[in-house]
């Protein structure tokens, strides 16, 4: 069984930074694409930003120059660097990773919450 476990949420100001690790644990597998999600109350869960195995980055345009996505494949490991948040930012921040264990499937993690404050 594959696990994906997030750190690294918490309460911040405006124009503050967080960086959010989401670690996957189990027996053996492959990591393809790994990702963060959020979404806010009363609104449908979105993309934030993906990588690829390689390193190939994807983000959503809210949080574009402000937001760093970058893995750690010896650690089987991702991170969200959030710099300059804001308000809109606020959000149950998840983690999720297309993992291969025989075939591919999506794995999620149980949300780590994101406060921004004015």
């Known amino acids: 069984q594959v696990q994906l476990v997030e750190s690294g949420g918490g309460l911040v100001q405006a124009g503050g930074s967080l960086r959010l690790s989401c670690a996957a644990s189990?027996?053996?597998?492959?990591?393809?694409?790994m990702g963060w999600y959020r979404q806010a109350p009363g609104k449908q869960r979105e993309s934030v930003a993906s990588?690829?195995?390689?390193?190939?980055?994807n983000y959503a345009d809210s949080v574009k120059g402000r937001f760093t996505i970058s893995r750690d494949n010896t650690k089987n490991t991702v991170y969200l660097q959030m710099n300059s948040l804001k308000p809109e930012d606020t959000a149950v921040y998840y983690c999720n990773a297309a993992i291969l264990v025989g075939v591919l499937r999506n794995y999620w993690g149980q949300g780590t919450q994101v406060t921004v404050s004015s």
């Open positions: 990588i690829t195995r390689g390193g190939t980055t």
């Open positions: 189990g027996s053996s597998f492959s990591i393809n694409t």
